[in-house]
């Protein structure tokens, strides 16, 4: 493991030596870091290949009227060539063949193999590949970047490199990784016991299945971890040297550490709310910071029962003059100076004695918790030398408390000036407003910067067929209609806060993407944002979607001033395929917004041909908000 931890600190310090050797070659000028000398070199070319006209400069940047009705196809598509407007309306047309779609990994393969690599690869650029994917590596990508921003849009870029494992190589991998040498694998139930949620279970180990729109990573090794977090700080860096603002890249907590200490995290947060719960004599087991008790409570409850470690323990109580934060001291164990197996201890309400929360761990467990956590903290330091917002995103409910508590301990850590630092919260969820405002609160009386993704969701039909077999209640709001009163019921306490930050002239410590290809969504914050006298140019509201759809959205919104990301994913073709079948299998799933933008494809297409538009060449001068 020591031989992963250099490796680490190796490649970072790489980078960050990198980005100083290029500021000192740059003059250090400007407000932001400045991006490699390599990547330098090579925006400059590519700016000057896709530099406005003289004319277009002097008219400075241009802003347009938003269309609500998103049916405008010139402001959807002006940013497109003919060929590619040709490409969408051929793909979208091939995403309505139900029996492409649900066998195109079996397809793809087997056309690979007929046509033969070279011209397998030309037919994917023309189709699959050329929509959803920008390019291969950094270099190629930059001109479609560039492209989307010269309208409005910037780009959140994902190395979307993908193991084509089995499901029986995905169920090894997991179980082995989710149990300790030695030890029985069980299949429990939360009859019988009812934190078996927070468990491994076989017949649950290929986390991908029913699962449409997410990367899963599984567990290999701690080589694999560190090769992952690579992954990331070059994304980061690739943001950095791809963009002329703020960037943003996106991360999973599952790809840097073992599953199983996100799982036993999860369960340990748990248990601890039950056992404030018995502290405070309430019925309900809620987070700590909303539960109603004082620190003169808790040692008040305690005086009693006072046994070996209690005082102790209540020094190391988190608190504020409005009450309790954290029943344990998190930054300890974040900057990894504190076990687990020593921190999750709390004195027993009868005896006195204190007692683990968590199940024992191994030396090795406790070794690669803190690795786990080093890879975040390398992830976050060069981020916010880089100037680039990560986005933490959700996953399973059997591992979101833990991947959730982490992240706002980062928030904690690094978004002391700035949001550096986004968790991401899943609106499908029946707690999602109540994780919000818990986390909101938890912000504002610690004093840091809150950056928040919302978005429906992605495992639904996975975690509710889990919650049925093991017997919990389904964690998921039982309608779409109930989803989208959720998700603007969350975004909606995310901009009466800003307004308020803005009413009283207070610091705006509050950052929220809206990552939605909902229409309806987009309408709401946008009326919700005028309502409030949320400036677009106040920069802290953004939109996000993804490359090669809804852009009938995202343009009109960049075009308008809004700030809009596309969430950008790039690889070699053969890499990305898992990918590429990911979203072949969304857009099936959301037949009737694919037909409309199919339809408004075939609509542009036609006006240019009518109008003699077809060799019609993108040029944009809207600037980024």
Known sequence: MAAHVLRGSRVVQQLVRQRRAAAVAGGGGGGGVPAPAAALAGRAKSTQATELTAEAAKLGPQRDQLDLTFTDTRAAFQSKTTWEVFRGVLVY???????????????????????GQKLFHTVMRATFYGQFVAGADQASIRPQIENMRSFGVKSILDYSVEEDISTEEAEQAEM???????????????????????????????????????????????????KNMETFLKSIEAVSGSTQCTGLAAIKMTALGRPQLLMQLSEVIMRTRRYLAELAGSERATDVISQDVSVEQIQSRLKETSGPGVEQWLKGLTYDQDGLIHLFSWSGLIDTKTLMSDLFRVPNLTTGRMEPLITSLTKDEEEMFKNMMRRLHTIFSYARECDVRVMVDAEQTYFQPAISRLTMELMRKYNREKAIVFNTYQCYLKEAYHNLSVDLDQADRQHFYFGAKLVRGAYMEQERYRAASLGYEDPINPTFEATSEMYERCLLETLRRIQHYKKYGQPRKLAIMVASHNEDTVRFTVQKMDELDIKREDKVVCFGQLLGMCDHVSF?????GYSVYKYVPYGPIDEVLPYLSRRAQENKGILTKVAKERKMLRSELLRRLVSGQLFYKPVGNYTPV
Do not use: I, W
């Open 93 to 115: 047309t091939l995403c309505t063949s139900r029996y492409l779609v649900e066998h195109n990994a079996t397809l793809m393969k087997l056309f690979r193999k007929l046509l």
């Open 176 to 226: 082995r990784s989710c149990s300790t040498p030695g030890e029985q694998e069980q299949e429990l139930t939360v009859q019988k016991d009812p934190m078996a949620r927070y468990h491994a279970h076989r017949e649950f180990a290929d986390r991908r299945v029913k699962v449409q729109s997410a990367r899963t990573y599984f567990y290999m090794n701690e080589a694999q971890c560190e």
């Open 556 to 560: 009109p919104l960049g075009q308008a």
